[in-house]
T-cell receptor
């Protein structure tokens, strides 16, 4: 069973809109939460990551919000652009030398 | 700089055949891992290694073997291919689990 549950499976957003992807976890030992972006035919690449000592992290148009008590974290893509059309994966791990486990992925399509 | 190199990019196998997927990295990373990507399932961890001579099982290890004789190489072996192993396979490397993972371009494997 997947340790990190991701939703929605897909979403369509207009150019300039906000894309929101949510992830939930059960393992309270998780202490590193990255987001990866994957374009068709390519391997995933790190987009942004957060640790549980902060509730929000922003890099350009991408923001992670983290709610430790609810065991949830989300990715917000502001001012979405057609070039943001990709599959996004959340992930989590519990220690420096263990397993990095991924959610099921969200396919984002940004329409012109 | 090459990063993570996977070979081959495409492969078709008959049921029962064996093969090795190659993965090499030139970043002197201790942590390496293999994932399979299937539609709607995200990236599932097959095996991982925290250094030369040390490997461990991920979420879906059955039917796959690995070894890590050098820091650079982490091959994945399919001993007797089954149609259920049809998938896209990704190798990744990182300094530790909780640091940026660099993925290869993937191997698309079809078992008929």
């Amino acid at each position: 069973q997947q340790q990190v549950k991701q939703s929605p499976q897909s979403l369509i957003v207009q150019k300039g809109g906000i894309s929101i992807i949510n992830c939930a976890y059960e393992n309270t030992a998780f202490d590193y939460f990255p987001w990866y972006q994957q374009f068709p035919g390519k391997g995933p690449a790190l987009l942004i990551a957060i640790r549980p000592d902060v509730s929000e992290k922003k890099e350009g148009r991408f923001t992670i919000s983290f709610n430790k008590s609810a065991k949830q974290f989300s990715l917000h893509i502001m001012d979405s652009q057609p070039g943001d059309s990709a599959t996004y994966f959340c992930a989590a791990c519990a220690d420096s030398w263990g397993k990095l486990q991924f959610g099921a992925g969200t396919q984002v399509v940004v329409t012109p | 700089n090459a990063g993570v190199t996977q070979t081959p990019k495409f492969q078709v196998l008959k049921t029962g055949q064996s093969m090795t997927l190659q993965c090499a990295q030139d970043m002197n990373h201790e942590y390496m891992s293999w994932y399979r990507q299937d539609p709607g399932m995200g990236l599932r961890l097959i095996h991982y290694s925290v250094g030369a001579g040390i490997t461990d099982q991920g979420e879906v290890p059955n039917g796959y073997n690995v070894s890590r004789s050098t820091t650079e190489d982490f091959p994945l072996r399919l001993l007797s291919a089954a149609p259920s192993q049809t998938s896209v396979y990704f190798c990744a490397s990182s300094y530790r689990t909780d640091t940026e993972a660099f993925f290869g371009q993937g191997t698309r494997l079809t078992v008929v």
